[in-house]
């Protein structure tokens, strides 16, 4: 077959991870079938190397209303089999058989504050349009089926569960000293980590909360009378409300925000965390409790949506909007040493039932069954 995927998100947050690794694990999976990668150069050259059988479809980043009508008439000549997008933000047109992975609901269930409600209508039938179209819907978590099948009527029978995996590049990123790291950044106290995209669904002003919570019944003494709340994410400088509600809570001194840092850094810093945070209200799968676990990390999560079903029991999880369960939740990890071990040696072992591999074995088997469909 001839199998067309969309690359074109390669060098975003969350998405790009998705690419990246099946692309690559598809190319050490399938030497039959024959791939055009939709992209730019740059977004060909960040996959590095790949099998003979995997060739660049050039297309250059436009406007979101000229790929509507480019995309389509590019395709018309590639005459592909399937195509994969790998986005809900899909053209009207796909002039061949459609499989579309939907990461979440997110922009549905948690839409921008300031959109308006034609943006918020605009986002909710653009994503059912594609539901509709596709022949085949890859959710990454049961979750997120159900909330395709639920929000958008979908046909349950042509929405297949695939479930995503620890980013390859995170295992093979090379190894720092962890002493160096630390003095670098300054962190000489123990601390709980949070990593992820800074969004409102993400919760993370009320795990400030919860941190101030508990920082008040620690007390200033003892081992954990220093404890800080290192906070990791993305265009933290678009989020002033969580500076707001640091200084709200009182605890300025003992939060800290970090950008975007590279996955040797990050690694550091989940080993060196005395638990890792993740209360958010909403995930379509989770990836940073399952960096954490492989780090031997402990993880606090939210007992909501992906999580429960891909954390299960190696993670103490709790209701994120209730902020004095969240601090109970990390106080508990804290200061009871055999609870904390139970999680760690649990995430460990829970971390290995996820595997690119075999995600890209379910779908190439999911390109085979629709493209064999008359």
């Not at 975003?12 to 190319?27: C, K």
């Not at 480019?70 to 395709?75: G, I, N, R, T, Y």
């Not at 922009?107 to 539901?131: C, G, K």
Request: glycine share 4%; hydrophobic share 40%; with cysteine.
């Amino acid at each position: 077959m001839r199998i067309a995927i969309d690359i074109r998100k390669i060098n975003e947050f969350g998405i790009g991870t998705y690419i990246w690794n099946l692309v690559r694990s598809i190319g050490a999976e399938d030497t039959v079938n024959e791939y055009f990668l939709i992209g730019s150069e740059k977004n060909y050259q960040e996959l590095g190397p790949l099998p003979a059988n995997f060739s660049h479809f050039r297309r250059e980043a436009t406007s979101r209303w000229r790929d509507q009508l480019l995309l389509p008439m590019a395709l018309m000549k590639l005459k592909p089999d399937v195509v994969h997008l790998t986005h809900h933000e899909t053209p009207i047109v796909v002039p061949s058989k459609l499989v579309v992975t939907i990461h979440d609901c997110v922009h549905i269930l948690f839409p921008p504050e300031n959109a308006s409600r034609f943006h918020n209508y605009r986002q909710y039938m653009q994503t059912r349009r594609v539901v509709s179209r596709a022949a085949q819907v890859i959710a990454v978590s049961n979750s997120t089926r159900d909330d395709i099948i639920n929000i958008f009527r979908a046909d349950p029978s042509k929405v297949t569960v695939i479930h995503n995996a620890l980013d390859n590049r995170f295992r093979q990123s090379e190894e720092e000293d962890s002493a160096q790291v630390l003095e670098r950044y300054q962190l000489k106290d123990p601390f709980i980590l949070y990593s992820g995209r800074i969004r409102p669904h993400k919760n993370v002003d009320r795990l400030i909360e919860a941190f101030a919570v508990l920082k008040s019944e620690l007390g200033d003494s003892g081992p954990l009378g220093n404890l800080k709340l290192i906070i990791i994410g993305d265009e933290l400088s678009q989020h002033q409300y969580l500076r707001l509600t640091v200084v709200r809570s009182g605890v300025q001194q003992d939060v800290r925000f970090f950008g975007f840092v590279p996955y040797s850094i990050l690694r550091v810093f989940y080993q060196s965390a005395a638990l890792f945070a993740f209360p958010s209200l909403y995930e379509g799968f989770g990836l940073p409790p399952l960096e954490a676990m492989a780090n031997r990390t402990a993880v606090l999560a939210s007992n909501t949506s992906s999580l429960p079903e891909v954390l299960e029991d190696a993670a103490m999880l709790v209701n994120p909007e209730n902020l004095f369960e969240i601090a109970r939740g990390m106080k508990l990890i804290l200061q009871d040493d055999t609870v904390r071990q139970k999680l760690i040696e649990k995430g460990a072992r829970q971390v290995t039932r996820f595997s690119w591999e075999q995600a890209a074995k379910s779908v190439v088997a999911t390109y085979e069954r629709v493209g064999s469909r008359g």
